[in-house]
């Protein structure tokens, strides 16, 4: 799901009613939203209102107004289109970014908050249908600074030299390599196009580049609120999402803007998307939800939802076929069962019939989680405190362990949170390090997953292991070997031990656990080395397991 925050007073403004927040709250939900939050922020009451993830035309106040108005009044959807301008605009065309999408929006007021509800809008299509501007990117310029035609093409990355947004000298393409390679923002958009020493560019006709898609625009074209003429790119690698892009943008400026014109690219692709059209028919509708439906009744609930209904020959009030136009705001209607799930919320969920399920069926719990359970409840009688730790960490709090290769997390916000736990030792141990001043000994223990590499398409599986530590001025090595013997056999496991170094440890104070003759774990001093690496001053000892061995 998708979050957006939107002022209360603009949207039952738009809505043009006087709700409470319980009375809000309940339409949304109706709806199929969710009011996550009430906020206070500079003296206005905001609403967090989470989307889902295939309603990108309710991600801004202007289209969540929309929806809202079509399904509380239903207002019938409108198609925005504006005059086809034809030009020639492709060059060169870029292989790795081959679709483009232009369009020039006149009398746009970007005041009182439309420039802001713009840049939050474009960042929300960036982030889900443009797939964090893998699939699509938007570019939004101001016309007046520019100048027709506009050429979209691959450029050699040697002959580009531009002020990027919010610089103040121009740079190479590879100095922007280096400007943006620490920009957690910016950073993985570097090499999103680049192909054989090219990359996209978009040019006006005096040669200026515009924007590098899908990396950053110019400093010499970005609008402003006091912006009146705005001239839109979408560049992709997916059509149907830069068409979508671009019907959901210029529906968004269509109620505040003078004139729409189209740039057709005469060298360019067809746009592909033809208008769906979808079949239902009162026994699919009965079939599927259990209604019987009138006419009347169905065409209403299509409109609030905003698709266009054209009614069959021969059709009556109780038997009726209709073909469903949806809307150009609603690329998620891809289906038949699409429109039957608008039929159900325009409906009412809380308006169906509750019956009993026709099978009966019963839960129960799996015998690992209940195994887990029961370790837990025994190290507690043992006087072992309970820890429940994170697992994402550092790659350096693997140090000493000889890991071969971590699970990494791809492009991590912390590196606090670099790499899955592979190993239940680490975790404990810094939780071990950041309450050392408490009363000595401290014994602690943990029933936690972690990641492993195995072969398969997704490449790591979970498994459940424990962890046992024991923290002290001496080792207390015995005192843990004896409770973790004691725990096995009261989960009637008869483990054996087999003498071996193995990291962590020290040498000569670990060995190897095995049950049936197979390795399932170990248990030792940890190493002094990493001890010291970690400003440790007392000895820890510990034993890990991994519980789903013991189950097979």
Excluded at 127 to 154: C, E, F, S, W
Excluded at 176 to 198: F, G, H
Excluded at 393 to 405: H, K, M, Q, T, V
Aim: glycine letters at 6%.
């Amino acid at each position: 799901m998708a979050s957006i925050s939107v002022s209360k007073r603009a949207l039952l403004a738009g809505i043009g009613k006087s709700y409470s927040d319980e009375e809000m709250t309940d339409i949304l939900f109706d709806f199929g939203l969710e009011l996550d939050e009430i906020l206070t922020e500079d003296g206005e009451v905001k609403y967090k209102i989470d989307v889902p993830a295939n309603r990108y035309d309710l991600l801004c106040l202007k289209g969540l107004v929309y929806g809202l108005l079509a399904y509380i009044d239903s207002v019938p959807a409108k198609i925005v289109s504006g005059k086809k301008i034809y030009e020639a605009v492709h060059g060169d065309r870029p292989e790795s970014r081959p679709y483009v999408k232009m369009a020039i929006l006149k009398g746009v007021s970007l005041e009182n908050g439309g420039y802001s509800d713009l840049i939050n809008f474009q960042d929300k299509l960036h982030q889900g249908l443009g797939q964090n501007r893998r699939l699509m990117a938007i570019g939004t310029h101001d016309y007046d600074k520019t100048v027709r035609p506009y050429t979209y093409t691959a450029m050699d990355e040697d002959a580009i030299k531009f002020v990027p947004l919010s610089q103040e000298r121009e740079y190479t393409r590879k100095e922007l390599d280096v400007l943006y390679k620490d920009d957690s923002k910016l950073k993985s958009y570097l090499n999103l196009s680049r192909e054989n020493n090219k990359v996209p560019v978009i040019l006006d006709s005096a040669g200026k580049i515009l924007s590098l898609p899908p990396l950053i625009n110019s400093e010499f074209s970005k609008i402003t609120e006091k912006t009146k003429n705005i001239f839109i790119e979408i560049t992709g690698t997916d059509l149907v999402r830069v068409s979508t892009a671009m019907n959901l943008l210029l529906h968004h400026f269509s109620e505040s803007t003078t004139e729409i014109e189209e740039i057709v690219v005469e060298n360019g692709e067809e746009d592909v998307q033809a208008a769906a059209h979808f079949r239902i028919t009162s026994e699919i509708v009965k079939k599927e939800l259990t209604l019987s439906l009138s006419l009347s009744a169905v065409k209403t609930y299509m409109e609030r939802m905003m698709h266009a209904v054209e009614v069959q020959e021969g059709s009556t009030e109780a038997d009726w076929c209709i073909n469903i136009i949806p809307t150009q705001l609603r690329p998620d209607i891809m289906h038949q069962c699409d429109i039957i799930e608008d039929i159900a919320i325009a409906h009412g969920y809380n308006n169906f019939e509750r019956t009993l399920g026709d099978s009966y069926t019963v839960g129960k719990e799996l015998p690992i989680n209940k195994m887990a359970q029961s370790i837990r409840q025994e190290c507690a009688r043992m006087d072992y405190t309970e820890l429940f730790t994170m697992a994402l960490l550092s790659a350096e709090d693997y140090f000493g362990f000889n890991i071969e290769r971590h699970i990494k997390v791809k492009n991590p916000k912390s590196t606090e949170c670099e790499v899955l736990r592979q190993h239940l030792i680490p975790s404990v141990l810094k939780c071990l390090i950041s309450n050392q001043y408490y009363q000595l000994p401290i014994k602690v223990f943990e029933v936690s997953d972690v990641g492993e590499f195995v072969e398969s398409d997704v490449g790591v599986r979970n498994r459940k292991k424990l962890c046992m530590g024991i923290c002290g001025r001496t080792s207390g090595l015995e005192s843990l070997h004896e409770a973790f013997d004691v725990l096995m056999k009261r989960q009637g496991f008869n483990v054996t031990y087999k003498n071996e170094d193995c990291a962590p440890f020290v040498k000569g104070r670990s060995c190897k656990v095995l049950y049936n003759g197979k390795e399932i774990g170990f248990l030792g001093v940890l190493d002094i080395e990493i001890l010291a690496h970690h400003r440790m001053p007392y000895v820890c000892s510990f034993v890990e397991v991994c519980l789903d061995e013991l189950m097979e």
